[in-house]
């Protein structure tokens, strides 16, 4: 519905067309500080009105920013009807463009979907990212299309970041990095077909006992690795408005999720515990290892857009390589 600028950065959208429910869009313009990724990655924004550019920290308007980077949008679109549409039938493809109705179809028709790890290798931040190297705790983000945000919280909590690609032997050059805690981030594709690549890899860094922290595609990747199946969603979850509940602390929190696939509850083996569950369709949103220091959850702590009633996720990932450290003192 909002965060406008933060949605169509987002890595996770890759190859996607993004349509917004809120009637009016652009209204703030585009700053510098909302990106989530270093460009648009997203195919196309449909929208119902597009809205002149008022707020000071904008530098460009958002018709303006989207012709420069020569992405394509739309407005006069009953979005809403559409939602619906998507609701009833599921996601689909789909085109914007000025030709005939015919014409659209025979090019969809002859559209391919990228697979996952072509996609993944497309989003990845880590060629240009530098932090700051002198911070208490080093983590090692395994990029999948992580979103800056993710970084940003972490650097604020302390830490030293530093990405790598999901590529063939990644997990020794990540152990060789000695990190005191590991994040498998978030980012686009099918979480089957981008683990037949990494799950030994991610068995891997599993079984070094460094604290992990999976978020998103992560959580996915990380759920198939201990051997359990995730499952095509009907509806995905899309937005910054879906009720969780934490097991653990019994309290509900409002979270910002995107995201097609869900883990199939009845697959996790037993040594996994869920810590966190939909309150609009019972699905998993959060799994637990009881016999490592090893988490996940399906929706976006870090919120950006949204709330901040996850960013205790990143605190307890903080505990985590606390204790990690001591042990290993």
């Not at 509806?235 to 995107?258: A, C, L």
């Not at 009633?309 to 605190?315: I, M, P």
């Amino acid at each position: 519905m909002t965060g406008y600028q933060h949605t169509i950065t987002d890595p996770s959208f890759a190859d996607q067309i993004i349509t917004f429910t809120f009637p009016h869009i652009g209204n703030i313009g585009i700053n510098h500080k909302d990106n989530e990724g270093e460009k648009i990655f997203a195919s196309g924004v449909v929208m119902r009105e597009l809205s002149s550019m008022s707020h000071p920290s904008s530098y460009i308007s958002l018709n303006d920013w989207l012709e420069k980077n020569n992405v394509i949008g739309i407005s006069g679109v009953d979005t809403r009807a559409l939602t619906r549409h998507l609701r009833e039938h599921g996601s689909q493809n789909g085109m914007i463009c000025s030709s005939s109705k015919a014409h659209a179809l025979d090019k969809l028709k002859e559209y391919k979907s990228v697979n996952g790890i072509e996609i993944t290798n497309k989003v990845s931040l880590h060629s240009n990212f530098k932090s700051d190297l002198n911070a208490k705790y080093r983590v090692v983000i395994v990029d999948f299309g992580v979103k800056i945000s993710i970084v940003s919280r972490l650097i604020e909590l302390g830490c030293t970041v530093e990405l790598i690609r999901p590529s063939t032997g990644f997990a020794q050059k990540v152990l060789s990095m000695n990190p005191d805690g590991i994040v498998l981030s978030n980012g686009p594709g099918d979480p089957q077909e981008i683990g037949e690549s990494v799950v030994s890899e991610i068995d891997i860094i599993i079984k070094s006992k460094i604290p992990i922290f999976g978020i998103c595609m992560g959580h996915q990747l990380l759920a198939i690795t201990l051997g359990a199946k995730t499952i095509k969603m009907d509806i995905g979850h899309r937005g910054s408005n879906h009720p969780v509940y934490d097991v653990i602390s019994g309290k509900v929190e409002i979270t910002s999720q995107n995201h097609g696939f869900v883990v199939d509850s009845a697959s996790l083996p037993s040594n996994v515990e869920i810590t966190h569950i939909s309150l609009f369709d019972n699905s998993v949103e959060g799994i637990m290892m009881k016999d490592y220091s090893v988490f996940s959850v399906q929706y976006h702590p870090e919120e950006a857009p949204g709330t901040h009633d996850s960013h205790y996720l990143f605190r307890r990932f903080i505990g985590n390589i606390v204790l990690y450290k001591m042990k290993s003192a």
